[in-house]
């Protein structure tokens, strides 16, 4: 389990608060037999990291937030617009084998495919070797015939929380979501511009940066 490293007297403060509320920071420090100049970086920590809440002439609050909801709350907080990566774009006509090399050269597991500009599909790792094993013609096969297509992709949207996302990639298995916006095409249909990726490296890489801050 994630937690805030409390140190014990922490954790007494917050029983006595939970137990006694509205409680002054006297009134607590008569209770652990200590001073309040004592008690007063303990208090700071708790007030900043939101489980007391402190109001002027009466006293401190539990706020009833766990670690674990600090957590999770700066997750919902931050959005697919703000951690995306650039993505990997071909177009449907482009063979195997050069789709292969982009793979390569641009190191990624997965490639966007697009058609005059909007998203047609998805093509992995697992979908070249499992075509190539099959003895396609890697040069004269064009992505589009193997790509997983439209309306079967899983998108992710600019505005859209980073944990949505996360839950999208878990639930489908996938290891990746292009980040779209919505379009009206000429023929008045709905299209999706490609504006970037989610990555389960994108997850993994905020994961450290979260935990790495203390
Ligand atoms: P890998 O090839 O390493 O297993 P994925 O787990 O991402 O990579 O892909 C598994 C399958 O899901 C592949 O057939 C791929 O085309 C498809 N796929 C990948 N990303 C998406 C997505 N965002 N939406 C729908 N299908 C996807």
Redesign the pocket.
């Known amino acids: 389990m994630i937690d805030i490293q409390l140190n014990d007297r922490q954790e007494k403060i917050i029983d006595i608060v939970k137990n006694n509320q509205p409680i002054t920071s006297e009134a607590i420090a008569k209770r652990l037999k200590l001073t309040r100049a004592t008690l007063r970086p303990d208090l700071a920590i708790l007030t900043m990291s939101g489980i007391l809440d402190a109001r002027p002439n009466v006293g401190y609050f539990y706020t009833g937030k766990t670690a674990l909801s600090f957590f999770s709350d700066k997750i919902k907080g931050i959005k697919v617009d703000e951690v995306k990566s650039v993505p990997i774009i071909v177009d449907e006509e482009t063979s195997l084998y050069d789709a292969i090399v982009t793979l390569f050269l641009e190191d990624v ?2 490639i966007v495919v697009t058609s005059n500009g909007l998203l047609t599909g ?6 070249f070797l499992k075509n190539a094993i099959g003895g396609l013609d890697l040069e004269k096969i064009p992505v589009g015939v193997i ?2 297509r439209m309306p ?3 998108m992710a949207f600019s505005d859209e929380n980073i944990l949505e996302a996360a839950i999208k990639i878990i639930d ?7 980040v779209v916006e919505e379009v009206k095409t000429k023929d008045g249909e709905i299209g999706y511009k490609v504006l970037g990726r989610i990555t389960k490296t994108t997850i993994a890489r905020l994961f450290v940066e979260l935990g790495k801050n203390d």
Do not use: A, F, G
């Not at 998805?122 to 979908?127: A, G, L, P, T």
């Not at 489908?172 to 292009?178: A, K, N, T």
């Open positions: 597991s997965s998805v093509i992995s790792r697992k979908d790509m997983t079967n992709i899983v489908h298995e996938i290891d990746s979501l292009p």
